[in-house]
């Protein structure tokens, strides 16, 4: 790392890089009048909570189109890059598309912070650009007083191939591909309270691309993928059941979750968006009557860089599951269960292993 900066303290005063609340944004978008003219070739847009833009341009080629960025969540400012990258490189993969080309977003101190720190965060994230295939065209940059990074990022997709988060069916089982408790365990990062192996663990699970999960998933029938992110792996999980207007059954004891986290979450470190995040799903979310506060938050704690929730049906997602675990994504696991019943909600059913 540069010199002894400690990039997570430049964020101000309760800020946190989080997304903006599902209640709150949701306060904000209705309040703007409705689109004047519908176009067609908008297979994706503002109306649905997909991860990405789509639009199509040919009977063959759709365009993608996404942006993500965020204050430092790690100290170490290539790390930062590939973070951030990672990120918003993995709406793209989410709706099933490749990757094309990535623009930099960049608020950085200027005047107040060594330059080569900023050097560092570009060249992470264009080196996870190029993992990703795709080719860094630009950017634009501030001087702001908080160190904020990211990307806008446009791939391709068919038309027919989009994946949003509305298509789960009956029948079907959720995959995720990544562990939750990220938010948490980066959040200690800020207060000191994560060890060193803790935190090497996390910022490479935060960088892993999505590209390869993505990849196991072209020869399967998904109906539905969405990546957990901001607003947590039950918040994620709401968006599709609603979308999808079906029930999901997660079963808790399944669901992979970083070592060490309801250790720190018990200390009270726990960020300010998983707690809005549980506001949000509570009254939609059914716990088990066993499980404790702790535990509801580590499952609606807010994510950086996760990974996807993949909605196949039963009878694939065996085979799905080893073809993930064959190359690479060996977090992977069958974690809930699509019905018809409680359509719009989320029952939880046994208890956090950890």
């Not at 702790?294 to 996807?308: E, F, H, K, N, P």
């Not at 060996?330 to 409680?342: C, G, Y």
Request: hydrophobic share 40%; net charge negative; proline share 6%.
């Amino acid at each position: 790392m540069l010199a002894s900066v400690k990039l997570t303290s430049l964020t101000t005063k309760g800020g946190c890089g989080c997304k903006i609340s599902p209640d709150a944004l949701s306060s904000v978008l209705k309040n703007l009048p409705p689109a004047q003219h519908h176009d067609p070739r908008l297979l994706v847009g503002v109306e649905t909570s997909d991860d990405a833009g789509v639009y199509q341009l040919t009977d063959e080629i759709a365009l993608v189109q996404t942006v993500d960025f965020f204050t430092p969540i790690v100290d170490d400012p290539y790390w930062f890059g590939q973070i951030a990258a990672a990120n918003a490189l993995s709406d793209v993969f989410a709706m099933g598309g490749k990757p094309l080309t990535a623009l930099n977003i960049v608020g950085f101190p200027i005047s107040k912070l060594d330059p080569a720190i900023l050097t560092e965060i570009l060249r992470g994230a264009a080196d996870k650009v190029a993992e990703a295939g795709a080719v860094l065209v630009g950017g634009h940059s501030i001087d702001d007083p908080e160190p904020k990074f990211g990307l806008s990022v446009t791939g391709t997709v068919h038309p027919s191939r989009v994946l949003t988060n509305a298509g789960a069916k009956p029948g079907d089982v959720l995959i995720l591909t990544k562990p939750i408790g990220v938010g948490i365990q980066t959040t200690a990062i800020k207060r000191d309270a994560l060890s060193p192996e803790q935190t090497e663990t996390v910022m490479r699970i935060m960088a892993t691309l999505n590209k390869q999960a993505a990849a196991c998933l072209e020869p399967f029938n998904v109906h539905a993928c969405t990546d957990v992110t901001g607003f947590g792996l039950m918040g994620h999980t709401l968006e599709m059941a609603e979308g999808s207007r079906v029930g999901i059954r997660v079963h808790a004891s399944q669901v992979p979750v970083l070592s060490g986290t309801r250790s720190l979450a018990e200390q009270g470190i726990v960020p300010g968006g998983s707690k809005s995040n549980f506001r949000w799903v509570q009254d939609r979310v059914r716990f088990p009557d066993g499980m404790d506060e702790t535990d509801r938050l580590i499952l609606c704690d807010a994510v950086t860089s996760g990974g996807l929730l993949i909605s196949l049906p039963a009878d694939e997602a065996g085979q799905l599951l080893e073809s993930l675990h064959q190359h690479g994504v060996t977090w992977a696991r069958i974690i809930a269960d699509v019905v018809a019943e409680h359509p719009g909600q989320i029952v939880v059913e046994g208890q956090l292993e950890q």
